[in-house]
């Protein structure tokens, strides 16, 4: 059986999970793409050498049995309502909307469809992050009692991502991994949050959008009393950096490295260097074939996905939280019931 996909945005994550579906995941089949920029399709098209076309809607009547979407977050939500009303599984890249009532409606789609709904959230399947969960379930640290997780990305944030009621800002766009990271480690819900950001690197954006932060540090207490701290920043140019330290009561899980590899190049006069990750592209690739594949299985043997609707809720609701308390400066509390 071929799982048959169709892909929704021709952007960046969009052209990730075509190449993944064409080259990596035996099991599907990909049929289309759509995208509104014509550019975009046009290379797009070059390049798969697939279908393209022009919007959701015409993607849904293309004989697919699946939608994966990558269009900007603001219109998560009614893609994935339409897509689910047509009978179409659902792969969401992260974050899975802009409001916690949209992510429901999107959970409530999907089940009174039946059509599985699962959330990008691929450094579940890194290879990395996966031994990790498997070394804290086997007890090789003790009890955790604390999760770091950092993102840092190169890329200077996208115009509309200045917007904060369209983009909810760099701990949705950036730090969602961060944050789904923290509850699957930690196997706890956060109870309560304190961030503050600030915007060092994106001065275009301060007079019309002054609430834009490009650097955000977060702290949170989980239900278990675990303690957890994220770190994200756009825009830092030095490289794509994704580390995450997990402390226990005998011992300390150590993920991720700045470093491209493990060459050190000393030079003349003292100095010396490595190679950095240039992108979250680079460093995850194997994880998002994966995650594509995990897709397909669920499909398949009629499996609930590792990364659910509630878990994407879950961090919508953490992330605006986290936005209002760098608005209020106050700790704000949350009530994990869903």
């Known amino acids: 059986m071929a799982v048959h996909i169709g892909i929704i945005g021709a952007g960046r994550a969009g052209l990730i999970h075509a190449r993944a579906f064409l080259r990596h995941v035996d099991q599907a089949e990909l049929i289309a793409l759509s995208d509104p920029n014509q550019e975009a399709r046009e290379a797009a098209r070059q390049e798969l050498g697939v279908k393209v076309v022009a919007n959701e809607d015409e993607l849904l009547a293309a004989g697919i049995d699946a939608v994966v979407i990558t269009a900007p977050t603001r219109y998560h939500c009614g893609i994935a309502l339409k897509a689910a009303a047509a009978g179409k599984h659902i792969l969401c890249e992260k974050p899975m909307a802009i409001t916690p009532a949209e992510c429901r409606a999107m959970i409530a789609a999907a089940r009174q469809s039946g059509v599985k709904l699962q959330i990008g959230f691929m450094r579940r399947f890194d290879l990395g992050h996966r031994r990790a969960k498997e070394l804290i379930e086997q007890g090789a640290i003790g009890d955790i009692v604390s999760v770091t997780s950092l993102t840092h990305g190169p890329s200077v944030p996208h115009p509309w991502m200045y917007d904060l009621q369209a983009s909810n800002g760099p701990l949705a766009e950036v730090s969602s991994h961060d944050i789904d990271a923290l509850r699957w480690f930690t196997g706890a819900e956060i109870t309560s949050v304190y961030a503050i950001a600030g915007n060092f690197r994106s001065a275009e954006a301060r007079d019309r959008f002054p609430d834009f932060y490009d650097t955000v540090l977060l702290t ?53 260097y490595r190679d950095t990750v240039p992108s979250w592209r680079t460093l995850y690739h194997d994880a998002y074939s994966a995650e594509d594949a995990a897709f397909v299985e669920a499909i398949i043997h009629d499996t609930e996905p590792l990364a659910t609707g509630e878990d994407g809720l879950a961090a919508v609701e953490i992330v605006q939280a986290g936005n209002t308390s760098i608005t209020t400066g106050e700790i704000q509390y949350l009530n994990t019931a869903q």
């Open 220 to 272: 949170a207490r989980f239900s278990n009393g675990a303690l957890g701290h994220i770190n994200g920043a756009q825009g830092v140019r030095y490289g794509y950096d994704s580390r995450v330290e997990i402390h226990g009561t005998t011992g300390r899980i150590d993920i991720g490295d700045l470093n491209a590899n493990r060459v050190v190049v000393s030079a003349a006069q003292g100095s010396s």
